[in-house]
C-alpha cells in the first residue's frame, strides 16, 4: 500500500505551499486542470462521409505518437540556483524563527500516545505508565528497562524488530522464561481530523501479542474496548492518516541508532538521514516509479499502434475488392498487363538462378585445392607410420625369447625345495645330539663324585661277591650293545622310509596336477559342447551373451548413418577349415566379433545396446561404405594369400578386413620354412604359417619370425570359429574328446587313490619307527642306568679300583666326544646347505628379475606396435576419405557447371520467348506475387461475369464496417497520448515541487541549526551538496574565535561534548521539517559533559514548547535536578534495574 504523504510544516506549524490548515497531510501541486484534461472525444472524432459509395473514407492525419517521446528524468540540482534561492528566502525564514520564539505550542488532538503498557516485555514482568501530551523525559539508570519502552512503541505500531536494533526477531523481546508477550499502545483521536471518531472515539487502542514460535496478533479497540479490526492493513490506515511514521529513524531514534547518529557518522549517511526522515526520498522513490508506469504507457500505446497499419492494410484490401467489383473491365486490361509482367517476371528469375549457379560453382572449384592438401599430409603420414612400424618389428624380433631362463628357474627352484628337506633332518638330528650331550654330562658328574668318594675307601672286600658283579656288569653291557646296534638298524630304516615318503608326496602332487589339467580340459569340453547345442538354436550364439537380441535391437533403432552390420563371423567363412582354422582363429578370432558403423555418431548407441546386453568386448570399426577395388594388391594367382583361404559374403565387412588386416597380401604357409620361402620367392611380405609362426621378410633382405599365441583353453569362445557348417561333425569331434578326457581321468583317480594309501602306509611306517627309536633310546638309558648302579654295588663291596673307575669315566667321555664330533659335523653341513641355499634364492631372484624385464620390454614393444598400426590404419583412412571427398567434389563441380549451360541455355530461350510475346517491361515483383495478383484478377472477372458472387452492396457495407474499426481504434490512441502527455507534464510539475521542498527544508535546517548553536556561544552552518548527496557541520567554538582566526572546526576536531552538541542542534532543525506529531529520541545526551547538556536539554524544552501538536519522549541515564522543568514537562523516572519489578515507579 503507498503511504499518504507527510505535510510539509513551516515554522508556523501551516503548510509550505498552502494557507488551508484543514487539507489533508499530503504534499500537493497545483496543476493546470486545463491541461490535464484530455481533449474531447467529439473534436478528436473525425467524420467520414461516402458519396453513393463510390468515394472512400477520408483519412483522418496521422498520429503523431513521438511528439513527446523525450525522457522525463529527475533533474540535477544546480548550483546557481541554490544558492539564488537562499539568498531570497533565508531573511524571511530567519525573521519566522524569531518570531516563533514568543509563542507556545498547542496540544495535539490526534496521533499523540495517551498510554503505553507492557506484559512479560524484555526485563519487564508488567509496566504502565501514561505520558504526558508535550515534553516527557524517561530517566534512569543503565539496565533499568528504558529503551525497552521505545521497543514497546515501535512493536506496538507495526514496526520492524530490527529497526529497534535489540533483536532480529519478535520472540527476542519475550521475556526471559516466557512463552508469550504482549503491547498495548493508546493513541489520542480528537479533533476535526480524527480517525473514525464514530467507530474509535476519542482514542484508539492498539494491542499487539506474540509467541516464541513465531506467531503475532493485532486487536484494534475503541476506548470504551470495543472490537474493531484485527488487520495489519487498518494499523496501517491509522498510522498513515495520524502521519505517524514508526520505521523512520528521525521519528524514533533509538539508543544504537542515536549514539552512530551523534558520533560515528558520516556526511553522506547525514545526507540520507536527511531525505529518509523528511521523506523526501519516498517522494523520489514513487515518482521514479510513476515515471516507469508513464514509460510503460508509451510503450504499450507504440504497441497498440502497431496494429493500426493491419487495419488500415483490411480497410484498403476491402476497398480495393469494392472498387475492382466496379471497375471489372478495367480488370482485363490489368489482366494483360500482369500477363506481360509475369512472362519478364520468369525471365528475370531465370536470370537470378543463373548468377546463384554461377556463385555456387566459383565456390565448389575451390573446395577441391584444399582436400588436395589434406590428402597429401595423410599420404606422407602413411609413409612414417608404415616406417615406423617396419622399425618396431625389426626392434621385437631382435629381442629373442626367455624359454632358457624359465628352464633355469624350474631347476633352481627344485634344488631349492631339496635342500630345505635336508635343513629339516639335520635340525631333527641336532635335537637328538644335544639330549645324548646332556645326559653324557650327568654321567660324567657322577663319575667324578664316585673317584672322590672312593679314593679313601681302601678296606678289605670280599672276592666271591666282587665276581658276582663282575658277571652282572658284563651281562648289562651286552644288553647295551644289542640294544644300540638295534636302534642303528631302526634309525636307518626311518630315513629310507621318509625319503620314500617324500617320493609318493612328489608324485601325488604330480598325478593331481595331470588330473586337475583333465578335469578342466572336461569342463572346457562340456562348455563347448553347450557351445554346440546353442549353435544349432541360434547361429549368433559363438559371437557373444543374447547376441539374436543384440541384433534386433540394432534393426529397432534409430541410425544418424547405415545400419550397423556384424558380428563379422556371419559373413566370413574358411574354405579348408580342417586346415587353416585354427590359424584364423588365432588371427581374426577378435575381428569376428565385431561390428561396422558408416557414422562416427552411431558409435555411441551401438555400445550401450551392446553394454545392455553383457557384450562390452566387441569392437566397434568406423569405415564408410567404399566397394574399391582391391585386386591390384593382390598377389600372383599361384599363391595363396588369407582372402584366397575365405568365403566372405559381404563386399562390405570384406574391404574392412582388407583396411584393417591386409588379407589380400598376406600369404598363407603350412609351416615357417614353406612361408619363409614363398616369401624370399615374391621378394617380402608376411605370411602366417598353420604351425604357428608369423613370419616376415623385408625388401632390402633380412627377416623375422614370432610365434603365434596358441588357444590352449578349450573354453575360449573363439573354438567356435570357422568351424563350418556341420555342427554334428563339430559336436561329434567334441563328445571324442570329452570321453577320451574322462577314459584319461578313470586311471588318474586309481593311481592317485593308490598313492594315497602307499603314502598314509609309508607315514605309518615312519611313525612307528619313531616310536620304536625313542622305546630303544630310553631302554639303551635304563640299561646304562642299570650297569651304573652294579658299578657302584661292587665299588662298595669290593676294594675301589680307581683305574677302573676312571677308565669307564674315559669311556664316558669318549662318547661325549663322538656326540660333539657328530654335532660339529651336522653344523658344518647345514653350513654348507645354507650356504647354498643363499646362492640359489640369489640366483633365483637374479632370474625372476631378468624374466620380468624381458615381458615388460615385450609387453612394452608390443603396445609400440599396436600404436603404430593404429596410427597407420587412421591414415589408410584418411587417404581413402580425401579421396572419395575429392571424387565427390570434382562431380560435384561437373554437375554445377553442367547445370549453369543448361540454365544460360533456359535463360536465353526464355528471354527468346518474352521478346515475342511481349515488349520488355521493367518489374522488381517476384513471379509469384505476380502471379497470385493475377490469379486474383482473372478470379473476380469470373465472378463478375458469373454475377452469382458478392454484391455491391455488401462490398459497400464491409468497407463501412472496416473504416469504423479504424477510427474507433484512432480515437483510443488519442486519448491514450493525451493521458500520458498529462501524466508527464504533471510529474514535471511535482518534480519541479519536489526540489523546491528540498530547498526550502534545507535553507530552513541551516538557519535552525545557526540558531540553535547559539544558545552555546557557538557559530556554524550546515553544508549542503544536493550533487554528490553530503551533508556536513561547520561548527566555530568560543575559544577559537580568540586563537584560530574564526576559522571553522571540521565535526572530527571537535571534542566528543562540542560535537554531540552540535549533532543535537542538527537534529533539532531536521525536526522542524517533518510532521510526525512523535519525536522520540534514546540516549541523546551521550559524550556530553554537564554544560553542553544543560544548554542541550534546555534548549529541546524550548524547542518542543515552541512546536505545535508535538510530542516529545526523550531518554536519559542522568537526572534531571539542573534542569528547570515547566508544566509542559513531565519526567518519568524509573527504578533501579530489579528485573522481577512489576508496575514502573515514577515521579
Known amino acids: 500500500m503507498v503511504k499518504r504523504r507527510a505535510a510539509l510544516p513551516d515554522s508556523d506549524g501551516e503548510e509550505i505551499f498552502s494557507q488551508d490548515s484543514h487539507m489533508p497531510k499530503r504534499a500537493r501541486t497545483e496543476e493546470d486542470s486545463a491541461d490535464e484534461q484530455p481533449e474531447s472525444s467529439q473534436n478528436a472524432r473525425k467524420h467520414t462521409k461516402r458519396t453513393n459509395g463510390k468515394q472512400r473514407a477520408e483519412e483522418e492525419p496521422a498520429l503523431d505518437l513521438d511528439d513527446d517521446d523525450e525522457p522525463v528524468e529527475q533533474d540535477a540540482p544546480d548550483e546557481d540556483e541554490e544558492r539564488r534561492f537562499e539568498e531570497e528566502h533565508e531573511e524571511e525564514i530567519r525573521a519566522k524563527l524569531m518570531s516563533k520564539d514568543k509563542t507556545q505550542g498547542g496540544v495535539a488532538e490526534m496521533g499523540i500516545i495517551e498510554s503505553l503498557e507492557m506484559?512479560?516485555?524484555?526485563?519487564?514482568?508488567?509496566?504502565?505508565?501514561?505520558?504526558?501530551?508535550?515534553?516527557?523525559?524517561?530517566?534512569?539508570?543503565?539496565?533499568?528497562?528504558?529503551?525497552?519502552?521505545?521497543?514497546?512503541?515501535?512493536?506496538?505500531?507495526?514496526?520492524?524488530?530490527?529497526?529497534?536494533?535489540?533483536?532480529?526477531?519478535?520472540?527476542?523481546?519475550?521475556?526471559?522464561?516466557?512463552?508469550?508477550?504482549?503491547?498495548?499502545?493508546?493513541?489520542?483521536?480528537?479533533?476535526?481530523?480524527?480517525?473514525?471518531?464514530?467507530?474509535?472515539?476519542?482514542?484508539?487502542?492498539?494491542?499487539?501479542?506474540?509467541?516464541?514460535?513465531?506467531?503475532?496478533?493485532?486487536?484494534?479497540?475503541?476506548?470504551?474496548?470495543?472490537?474493531?479490526?484485527?488487520?495489519?492493513?487498518?494499523?496501517?490506515?491509522?498510522?498513515?492518516?495520524?502521519?505517524?511514521?514508526?520505521?523512520?529513524?528521525?521519528?524514533?531514534?533509538?539508543?544504537?541508532?542515536?549514539?552512530?547518529?551523534?558520533?560515528?557518522?558520516?556526511?553522506?549517511?547525514?545526507?540520507?538521514?536527511?531525505?529518509?526522515?523528511?521523506?523526501?526520498?519516498?517522494?523520489?522513490?514513487?515518482?521514479?516509479?510513476?515515471?516507469?508506469?508513464?514509460?510503460?504507457?508509451?510503450?504499450?500505446?507504440?504497441?497498440?499502434?502497431?496494429?493500426?497499419?493491419?487495419?488500415?492494410?483490411?480497410?484498403?484490401?476491402?476497398?480495393?475488392?469494392?472498387?475492382?467489383?466496379?471497375?471489372?473491365?478495367?480488370?482485363?486490361?490489368?489482366?494483360?498487363?500482369?500477363?506481360?509482367?509475369?512472362?519478364?517476371?520468369?525471365?528475370?528469375?531465370?536470370?537470378?538462378?543463373?548468377?546463384?549457379?554461377?556463385?555456387?560453382?566459383?565456390?565448389?572449384?575451390?573446395?577441391?585445392?584444399?582436400?588436395?592438401?589434406?590428402?597429401?599430409?595423410?599420404?606422407?603420414?602413411?609413409?612414417?607410420?608404415?616406417?615406423?612400424?617396419?622399425?618396431?618389428?625389426?626392434?621385437?624380433?631382435?629381442?629373442?625369447?626367455?624359454?632358457?631362463?624359465?628352464?633355469?628357474?624350474?631347476?633352481?627352484?627344485?634344488?631349492?625345495?631339496?635342500?630345505?628337506?635336508?635343513?629339516?633332518?639335520?635340525?631333527?638330528?641336532?635335537?637328538?645330539?644335544?639330549?645324548?650331550?646332556?645326559?653324557?654330562?650327568?654321567?660324567?658328574?657322577?663319575?667324578?663324585?664316585?673317584?672322590?668318594?672312593?679314593?679313601?675307601?681302601?678296606?678289605?672286600?670280599?672276592?666271591?661277591?666282587?665276581?658276582?658283579l663282575d658277571a652282572q656288569l658284563q651281562v648289562k653291557q651286552a644288553e647295551i650293545a644289542e640294544a644300540e646296534a638295534e636302534l642303528e638298524s631302526v634309525r636307518a630304516q626311518k630315513v629310507e622310509k621318509q625319503a620314500e615318503v617324500e617320493r609318493l608326496a612328489s608324485e601325488g602332487r604330480r598325478l593331481n596336477q595331470e588330473r586337475e589339467n583333465?578335469?578342466?580340459?572336461?569342463?572346457?569340453?562340456?562348455?563347448?559342447?553347450?557351445?554346440?547345442?546353442?549353435?544349432?538354436?541360434?547361429?549368433?550364439?559363438?559371437?557373444?551373451?543374447?547376441?539374436?537380441?543384440?541384433?534386433?535391437?540394432?534393426?529397432?533403432?534409430?541410425?544418424?548413418?547405415?545400419?550397423?552390420?556384424?558380428?563379422?563371423?556371419?559373413?566370413?567363412?574358411?574354405?579348408?577349415?580342417?586346415?587353416?582354422?585354427?590359424?584364423?582363429?588365432?588371427?581374426?578370432?577378435?575381428?569376428?566379433?565385431?561390428?561396422?558403423?558408416?557414422?562416427?555418431?552411431?558409435?555411441?548407441?551401438?555400445?550401450?545396446?551392446?553394454?545392455?546386453?553383457?557384450?562390452?568386448?566387441?569392437?566397434?570399426?568406423?569405415?564408410?561404405?567404399?566397394?574399391?577395388d582391391y585386386s591390384r594388391g593382390e598377389p600372383s594367382p599361384d599363391y595363396l594369400t588369407v582372402l584366397r583361404a575365405l568365403d566372405i559374403s559381404n563386399e562390405y565387412i570384406l574391404r574392412i578386413l582388407i583396411n584393417s588386416a591386409q588379407i589380400e597380401r598376406v600369404f598363407l604357409a603350412p609351416t615357417r620354412a614353406d612361408a619363409d620361402r614363398v616369401l624370399q620367392s615374391v621378394g617380402g611380405g608376411m605370411a602366417w604359417a598353420a604351425d604357428s609362426y608369423r613370419v616376415q621378410r623385408f625388401p632390402d633382405g633380412g627377416g623375422m619370425s614370432n610365434p603365434l599365441p596358441r588357444l590352449d583353453n578349450r573354453g575360449d569362445w573363439r573354438h567356435q570359429l570357422f568351424t563350418g557348417d556341420d555342427v554334428t561333425a563339430q559336436r561329434s569331434r567334441w563328445q571324442d574328446e570329452l570321453r577320451a578326457a574322462e577314459a584319461d581321468l578313470a586311471p588318474l583317480d586309481a593311481q592317485m587313490r593308490e598313492g594315497e594309501q602307499a603314502y598314509r602306509s609309508a607315514q605309518q611306517t615312519v611313525a612307528s619307527l619313531n616310536t620304536q627309536e625313542r622305546t630303544l633310546g630310553q631302554k639303551i638309558f635304563q640299561l646304562k642306568q642299570e650297569r651304573n648302579a652294579l658299578q657302584e654295588a661292587a665299588n662298595e663291596e669290593l676294594p675301589v679300583n680307581i683305574q677302573a673307575v676312571q677308565a669307564a669315566k674315559e669311556d664316558v667321555e669318549k662318547d661325549k666326544d663322538a656326540v660333539a664330533n657328530q654335532f660339529t659335523a651336522s653344523v658344518q653341513k647345514k653350513a654348507a646347505i645354507d650356504h647354498e641355499q643363499k646362492s640359489l634364492v640369489a640366483e633365483r631372484d637374479r632370474l625372476n628379475a631378468l624374466i620380468a624385464d624381458f615381458e615388460g620390454k615385450r609387453v612394452e614393444k608390443a603396445k609400440e606396435i599396436e600404436d603404430a598400426v593404429q596410427k597407420r590404419l587412421e591414415a589408410q583412412n584418411s587417404i581413402k576419405y580425401f579421396t572419395e571427398k575429392l571424387e565427390r567434389e570434382k562431380r560435384k563441380v561437373e554437375d554445377l557447371d553442367a547445370a549453369a549451360k543448361t540454365l544460360a541455355q533456359e535463360f536465353t530461350a526464355w528471354t527468346a520467348k518474352a521478346e515475342e510475346y511481349c515488349t520488355?517491361?521493367?518489374?522488381?515483383?517476384?513471379?509469384?506475387?505476380?502471379?497470385?495478383?493475377?490469379?486474383?484478377?482473372?478470379?473476380?472477372?469470373?465472378?463478375?461475369?458469373?454475377?452469382?458472387?458478392?454484391?455491391?452492396?455488401?462490398?459497400?457495407?464491409?468497407?463501412?464496417?472496416?473504416?469504423?474499426?479504424?477510427?474507433?481504434?484512432?480515437?483510443?490512441?488519442?486519448?491514450?497520448?493525451?493521458?500520458?502527455?498529462?501524466?508527464?507534464?504533471?510529474?514535471?510539475?511535482?518534480?519541479?515541487?519536489?526540489?523546491?521542498?528540498?530547498?526550502?527544508?534545507?535553507?530552513?535546517?541551516?538557519?535552525?541549526?545557526?540558531?540553535?548553536?547559539?544558545?552555546?556561544?557557538?557559530?556554524?552552518?550546515?553544508?549542503?551538496?544536493?550533487?554528490?548527496?553530503?551533508?556536513?557541520?561547520?561548527?566555530?567554538?568560543?575559544?577559537?574565535?580568540?586563537?584560530?582566526?574564526?576559522?571553522?572546526?571540521?565535526?572530527?576536531?571537535?571534542?566528543?561534548?562540542?560535537?554531540?552538541?552540535?549533532?543535537?542542534?542538527?537534529?533539532?532543525?531536521?525536526?522542524?521539517?517533518?510532521?510526525c506529531p512523535i519525536r522520540c529520541l534514546d540516549e541523546f545526551d551521550v559524550f556530553m559533559d554537564a554544560v553542553n547538556r544543560r544548554i542541550s536539554m534546555r534548549m529541546m524544552i524550548d524547542t518542543a514548547n515552541a512546536s505545535d501538536r508535538k510530542q516529545y519522549v526523550l531518554i536519559t541515564p542522568q537526572d534531571m535536578t539542573n534542569i528547570s522543568i515547566g508544566s509542559t514537562v513531565r519526567v518519568h523516572r524509573m527504578t533501579d534495574p530489579e528485573r522481577g519489578q512489576g508496575v514502573l515507579a515514577f515521579q
Open 119 to 468: 506484559h512479560q516485555f524484555m526485563c519487564h514482568k508488567y509496566l504502565t505508565f501514561n505520558l504526558g501530551p508535550q515534553i516527557n523525559f524517561i530517566i534512569g539508570h543503565n539496565g533499568s528497562g528504558k529503551s525497552a519502552v521505545l521497543s514497546a512503541l515501535t512493536v506496538a505500531l507495526g514496526g520492524k524488530a530490527t529497526s529497534t536494533g535489540r533483536g532480529n526477531g519478535l520472540k527476542s523481546f519475550i521475556r526471559e522464561g516466557q512463552s508469550v508477550s504482549e503491547v498495548t499502545v493508546v493513541l489520542k483521536n480528537q479533533g476535526e481530523e480524527a480517525y473514525r471518531p464514530q467507530d474509535y472515539g476519542k482514542s484508539i487502542v492498539i494491542t499487539r501479542k506474540f509467541t516464541k514460535d513465531g506467531s503475532s496478533s493485532y486487536r484494534i479497540k475503541s476506548k470504551d474496548g470495543k472490537l474493531i479490526s484485527q488487520k495489519r492493513e487498518e494499523l496501517s490506515k491509522i498510522c498513515d492518516h495520524m502521519n505517524i511514521q514508526v520505521d523512520n529513524p528521525m521519528n524514533i531514534l533509538t539508543q544504537d541508532a542515536a549514539r552512530q547518529f551523534l558520533s560515528a557518522s558520516q556526511p553522506a549517511d547525514k545526507y540520507r538521514f536527511f531525505l529518509k526522515g523528511t521523506q523526501l526520498s519516498q517522494l523520489s522513490e514513487e515518482y521514479q516509479t510513476c515515471l516507469e508506469s508513464i514509460g510503460s504507457m508509451t510503450k504499450s500505446l507504440k504497441r497498440n499502434s502497431e496494429a493500426l497499419p493491419d487495419l488500415k492494410e483490411a480497410l484498403a484490401e476491402a476497398t480495393a475488392r469494392f472498387d475492382e467489383a466496379k471497375k471489372a473491365r478495367e480488370q482485363r486490361h490489368k489482366a494483360d498487363e500482369l500477363k506481360k509482367e509475369l512472362a519478364w517476371a520468369h525471365v528475370n528469375a531465370k536470370a537470378e538462378e543463373f548468377h546463384r549457379k554461377q556463385e555456387e560453382l566459383e565456390k565448389a572449384k575451390k573446395r577441391p585445392i584444399k582436400i588436395e592438401e589434406g590428402l597429401k599430409k595423410a599420404e606422407n603420414d602413411l609413409r612414417v607410420a608404415d616406417e615406423k612400424v617396419t622399425a618396431l618389428e625389426h626392434e621385437a624380433q631382435d629381442q629373442g625369447d626367455i624359454e632358457h631362463l624359465m628352464a633355469q628357474k624350474t631347476q633352481c627352484s627344485t634344488q631349492i625345495k631339496e635342500n630345505r628337506k635336508k635343513l629339516s633332518t639335520i635340525q631333527e638330528e641336532q635335537r637328538t645330539m644335544n639330549r645324548d650331550m646332556e645326559q653324557l654330562k650327568i654321567q660324567i658328574d657322577k663319575l667324578d663324585k664316585q673317584i672322590n668318594t672312593e679314593i679313601q675307601r681302601l678296606e678289605s672286600f670280599s672276592q666271591e661277591r666282587r665276581d658276582t
Open 518 to 628: 583333465v578335469r578342466s580340459q572336461i569342463m572346457s569340453l562340456r562348455e563347448q559342447l553347450d557351445r554346440c547345442d546353442q549353435r544349432e538354436r541360434n547361429k549368433f550364439a559363438p559371437y557373444g551373451k543374447e547376441m539374436d537380441k543384440v541384433v534386433a535391437d540394432i534393426q529397432r533403432a534409430r541410425w544418424v548413418g547405415h545400419q550397423p552390420v556384424g558380428p563379422f563371423g556371419l559373413y566370413v567363412k574358411v574354405r579348408e577349415p580342417e586346415r587353416w582354422a585354427p590359424l584364423m582363429r588365432v588371427q581374426l578370432g577378435q575381428l569376428m566379433g565385431a561390428f561396422a558403423v558408416t557414422d562416427a555418431r552411431d558409435r555411441r548407441t551401438l555400445e550401450q545396446i551392446l553394454r545392455n546386453h553383457g557384450n562390452s568386448g566387441n569392437p566397434i570399426i568406423i569405415a564408410d561404405v567404399d566397394l574399391f
Open 920 to 1075: 520488355r517491361v521493367e518489374t522488381n515483383r517476384s513471379v509469384a506475387e505476380i502471379d497470385r495478383n493475377l490469379k486474383s484478377v482473372q478470379e473476380a472477372l469470373r465472378e463478375s461475369e458469373k454475377r452469382n458472387g458478392v454484391s455491391v452492396e455488401d462490398m459497400a457495407a464491409e468497407v463501412k464496417k472496416r473504416q469504423e474499426a479504424v477510427d474507433a481504434i484512432n480515437r483510443s490512441l488519442r486519448e491514450t497520448a493525451v493521458l500520458t502527455r498529462s501524466l508527464k507534464k504533471s510529474v514535471k510539475l511535482r518534480l519541479a515541487r519536489w526540489h523546491e521542498f528540498r530547498r526550502h527544508i534545507a535553507l530552513r535546517c541551516k538557519v535552525y541549526f545557526q540558531y540553535h548553536l547559539s544558545n552555546r556561544g557557538y557559530y556554524g552552518k550546515v553544508l549542503f551538496d544536493h550533487v554528490h548527496g553530503t551533508l556536513q557541520l561547520k561548527v566555530q567554538t568560543e575559544d577559537q574565535t580568540m586563537t584560530q582566526n574564526n576559522r571553522e572546526k571540521d565535526p572530527r576536531s571537535l571534542s566528543g561534548g562540542e560535537k554531540s552538541f552540535s549533532t543535537i542542534c542538527l537534529l533539532l532543525s531536521l525536526w522542524e521539517s517533518i510532521g
